[in-house]
């Protein structure tokens, strides 16, 4: 028994001795076997925490958003690994205060030059767990409208509708509102406004915009047009007639095809769109004033004596 014990803590001594081994590397550095060992389990550890951060995160992304998120999150895994590394080290007491140092000045060093290339990438990685915005939504941003076609983690591209290919950038969605057309559903309401002349019959009106807007064969949903008295204008009664398409991508063209045939309707109905008319009082001398009346078609000068 008392040999067995001997063995017994002969045994475990061997192995504090060898936990204990330190390596030296420099008059500062010095890790022991032990400070490996916790090294490798805070790794594993970490590793597999990262690998359920992972799922978590992209267990609703499609296919093709999951492989673009992971390279991202591959280089935010070794930013990682190389902060835990460093904590470790300095836990177990090795002095890291120096690599500390060098670590924050060339990470500062590169979050100024790459300061915009880390918001398009943070932005593209907000995209993508989000959905803000996915693949063929049509989207306004900075008064520009296009067709996503394909989402990048630094850009998204997008054609135009006079088919000219858009790059922007992805920090431009956290510093601008975005306006997304489809997100709920390819169906959008659109209308058109026109002004007619005082007197005029505002229910034939109202009819000639319905119909106006009905005979479009990219028009939805006829019985779902409408039409607005919007204003009494300066020069004219306003009016608004608003109708469904399921091509928003083409929507000024369909607008365009609406209003030529308002005016059509207009011109067989002698329906009249009045242009702005002013009058301009000009004094020129305390018993003398011009009255002038301005419009597109003349300039007529009137001279009065009071």
Request: charge should be negative; hydrophobic fraction near 45%.
């Amino acid at each position: 028994m008392i040999a067995a014990a001997v063995a017994k803590s002969s045994f475990w001594n061997d192995i504090k001795a060898f936990l204990n081994k330190h390596f030296d590397f420099s008059e500062s550095i010095s890790i022991s076997v032990k400070d490996i060992l916790i090294i490798i389990t805070v790794i594993f550890i970490t590793t597999f925490v990262l690998r359920i951060v992972l799922r978590i995160i992209t267990r609703k992304l499609p296919e093709d958003d999951k492989g673009k998120f992971n390279v991202v999150f591959g280089y935010f895994r070794w930013l990682i690994y190389l902060l835990i590394l460093l904590v470790t080290l300095h836990g177990v007491g090795v002095d890291v205060t120096a690599v500390f140092a060098a670590s924050a000045a060339l990470m500062i060093g590169i979050g100024l030059a790459l300061q915009t290339l880390f918001q398009d990438i943070i932005s593209g990685v907000f995209i993508l767990i989000d959905q803000t915005v996915h693949v063929g939504d049509i989207i306004e941003l900075e008064g520009k409208i296009g067709r996503v076609e394909e989402i990048k983690l630094r850009t998204t591209r997008a054609v135009t509708i006079d088919n000219k290919v858009l790059i922007i950038p992805n920090h431009l969605y956290l510093e601008n509102s975005l306006y997304n057309w489809t997100q709920n559903g390819f169906d959008t309401r659109e209308s058109v406004e026109v002004g007619v002349a005082y007197g005029s019959d505002v229910q034939l009106v109202k009819k000639l915009l319905i119909e106006a807007a009905a005979v479009n064969k990219d028009v939805l949903y006829k019985d779902d047009i409408a039409v607005r008295f919007t204003n009494f204008g300066d020069s004219s009664l306003d009016f608004k007639v608003i109708f469904t398409i399921s091509d928003s991508f083409n929507a000024n063209a369909i607008r365009s095809d609406v209003r030529f045939e308002i005016d059509r309707l207009f011109r067989e109905n002698n329906i009249s769109i009045p242009f702005p008319q002013r009058d301009i009082h000009i004094i020129q001398k305390p018993d003398q004033s011009v009255s002038l009346r301005l419009d597109q078609s003349e300039f007529n000068t009137n001279l009065s004596k009071d």
